[in-house]
């Protein structure tokens, strides 16, 4: 696809290597003659939850980059990050990138592992805090949950990586699964909390969790797989202490959509910032 003459929208996945797994995410390695509207055009044009673009060289294997869902733009988003770096991988081989993000600086490395790409990016200084306890109630009740469907031992928090989430924990796998809500009252409610996406994860075992992401804001029902919540649940996991100091998490997700990935998060005992990785191929 092509939106003026040499303007060219690439198509890869992120957090898989197969094509038909992970999240979708359109990539525009030469977005410098598009402006706002039509970078917003060409990412409702696609449909993906993000399509990225790179806007500027900034330096050697380092870039500006913004990133627009079909309905806004967003400051951060994780899985398009590692799409974008696969894509520069292939064309320029693997190595260390920087990207400018309306968040803030983000490193990403890439290397060729039993004759694949992975990408690991690093995210700008997290946080978490207590979400206002009427939030919880509306997000609960336009997800169809009730409280005693939530894991007690993981408390409602929001957590940021580069976007705000609202992390929930389910006390049960099949609470998980059984996901139908109310997308339009959930939006306003993510309007007015500045939430990017809800983390609604379930924790398998001590670093093993199945996680989903609605995504209404964005116009999109669930993101298949999302790195920005992703680097956010780290925060979360050290904040809680639910798992040591040095330690990494594997992440599920979109099994429930048909579209499984696998997010390696990595926490490092002294630096703040989280690490999140996987694998990443061109879709066409």
């Known amino acids: 696809m092509t939106v003026t003459s040499g303007t060219e929208i690439l198509h890869y996945t992120a957090f898989s290597a197969d094509p038909a ?3 979708p995410a359109g990539v525009v390695l030469d977005a410098s003659g598009l402006d706002e509207e039509q970078m917003l055009g ?19 294997r380092a870039y500006a980059i913004r990133y627009f869902s079909p309905k806004a733009e967003v400051p951060f988003c994780g899985h398009a990050t590692v799409a974008t770096a696969v894509a520069l991988a292939e064309r320029d081989g693997p190595g260390e990138l920087e990207f ?6 983000v490193p990403v490395s890439v290397v060729r592992q039993d004759g694949e790409l992975r990408a690991t990016l690093t995210s700008v200084e997290p946080y978490v805090e207590d979400p206002d306890p009427a939030d919880v109630t509306e997000a609960l009740a336009a997800l169809g949950w009730d409280a005693a469907d939530l894991d007690p031992a993981l408390p409602p928090r929001i957590a940021y990586a580069g976007a705000r989430h ?32 809800v983390q609604l994860v379930w924790r398998e075992a001590e670093r093993t969790f199945h996680v989903r992401d609605p995504f209404p804001v964005g116009g999109v029902v669930e993101d298949p797989a999302t790195g920005a919540a992703a680097a956010a649940f780290g925060a979360y996991a ?27 998060v990595e ?13 990443g191929t061109r879709i066409r």
């Not at 926490?267 to 694998?279: E, K, S, W, Y």
């Open 42 to 60: 060409v990412a409702a044009r696609l449909g993906y939850s993000e399509t990225a673009f790179l806007t500027a060289r900034t330096g050697e």
């Open 238 to 264: 050290r904040e809680l202490a639910l798992v040591p100091a040095d330690a990494v998490l594997t992440l599920y997700q979109g099994a429930d959509m048909g579209r499984p990935g696998t997010l390696s």
């Open 21 to 23: 797994g992970g999240n």
């Open 267 to 279: 926490l490092r005992a002294g630096d703040a910032r989280v690490r999140v990785g996987g694998t």
């Open 166 to 197: 609202l992390v929930l924990a389910a006390g049960t796998r099949t609470r998980l699964a059984d996901l139908h809500y109310d997308f339009a009252r959930l939006e306003a409610l993510m309007h007015r909390a500045a939430l990017t996406t």
């Open 100 to 105: 400018a993000t309306p968040a803030g600086p």
